[in-house]
């Protein structure tokens, strides 16, 4: 698809999901839900090793912008990707950030 071929709205929704996606917290939640991986709140602070409230708040980040969504079972909200192709993202960060000095 080329860009003349998204809507002003399209690209505003794309450069608000690359806005809240643009931090290193967020960005590795991003790579935790990759592969359809759906986690609580409790399992991401723990493996972020940040305050819970903290990450309550990137995930709020996430998916009020869209790139993520949210279930509830029983007591625990479970986050996923809301877009697989989202992972492609820390995927290419990851190569575009991985290189040697020479």
Do not use: F, W
Request: charged share 25%.
């Amino acid at each position: 698809m080329n860009l003349d071929q998204l809507s002003s709205e399209q690209l505003e929704a794309a450069a608000n999901m690359l806005k809240a996606i643009a931090h290193p917290m967020r960005i590795a939640i991003l790579s935790y839900l990759e592969g359809e991986q759906s986690l609580t709140v409790t399992e991401i602070h723990e493996k972020l090793g940040i305050e819970q409230s903290t990450t309550s708040h990137h995930l709020g980040i996430l998916k009020d912008k869209g790139v993520l969504t949210s279930k509830r079972v029983g007591k625990n909200t479970y986050y996923t990707l809301k877009h697989n192709n989202l992972s492609h993202i820390v995927d290419c960060v990851s190569k575009c950030t991985d290189y040697t000095e020479k």
